[in-house]
């Protein structure tokens, strides 16, 4: 079996995972989504992991979406099962436990940027291009599109994308609050790497019980969401790195987090 999706070590804290099927524009072929839901648990495995970056190999596509070859062979009952799976790993992503940084380094369209909308956080390369275009091939997105990006960019905008399926460049995408930073092609990774060193800097267990109250309480009325704010806030107190992190602003110095 072939590697479809790489796992490195960029440092003892920071996860690299890269969509390796250059050849056929890094798609989503089932055998590449088994793979990455295997990473996945992987990952979520793992304690000494702070950050993970997503990218695709190459330089030209991020993951342009399903794999339209390997579906055109496909019963109906087949493709709706496809779909499926594309969105049951789709949500193994987004259930990632620490912070998770799309590095957009070419076009993603469909599930490809599905895939990004899983993530916490969107980097792109100022050359890249993304896009919902199901519409245009007389289908909807199956795999969350619909739903995530509304809720990242708000209603009109998400309806103007899915409705129109064409795909927007990085500084638009940026403008409406698609992604989060845009870098020159040549920049993209170290800058995404300098972001996730940031994040990888702080204490593991604020980290996650942050990811956690922001995903859980978004869509509950206030008064719901500050209560389970106020519990993943609790979760921090009796934390060996909380006492740390106060003992290292008296001390003038950084903290050394460890994750307990």
């Known amino acids: 079996m072939s590697e479809l999706v790489t796992l ?3 440092n003892e804290h920071v996860l690299l995972l890269t969509l390796n099927r250059p050849e056929a524009a890094n798609a989503l072929s089932r055998e590449l989504l088994d793979q990455l839901a295997a990473r996945t648990e992987e990952i979520n495995q793992r304690t000494d992991v702070r ?3 997503i990218t695709g190999s190459g330089t030209k596509v991020f993951c342009a979406g399903a794999d339209l070859k390997e579906r055109a062979d496909m019963s109906e009952q087949e493709v709706i099962q496809t779909v499926e799976k594309i969105g049951d790993t789709i949500q193994l992503i987004e259930q990632i436990s620490v912070p998770t940084i799309a590095v957009i380094n070419g076009v993603a369209f469909g599930g490809g940027l599905e895939l990004a909308l899983a ?6 390369s100022n050359s890249a291009r993304v896009g919902l275009t199901e519409t245009s091939l007389g289908i909807i997105p199956g795999a969350g599109g619909t739903q995530r990006l509304s809720r990242l960019i708000g209603l009109g905008k998400a309806k103007a994308m899915i409705y129109t399926a064409r795909p927007i460049e990085a500084q638009r995408a940026h403008a409406i609050g698609l992604a989060e930073y845009v870098y020159e092609p040549q920049l993209l990774l170290e800058e995404a790497k300098d972001i996730a060193f940031s994040i ?3 204490a593991p267990i604020a980290l ?16 719901a969401g500050l209560q389970i704010e106020k519990e993943c806030y609790q979760k921090t107190i009796d934390t060996e790195d909380r006492l740390e992190g106060l003992k290292a602003f008296k001390e003038k110095r950084k903290p050394d987090y460890k994750g307990k």
């Open 51 to 53: 950050a993970v970056l």
């Open 200 to 202: 990888a800097r702080n």
């Open 8 to 10: 490195k070590e960029v």
């Open 208 to 223: 996650r019980q942050a990811k956690k109250a922001i995903h859980d309480g978004y869509d509950k009325e206030l008064s």
């Open 119 to 124: 993530c916490d956080l969107r980097i792109m």
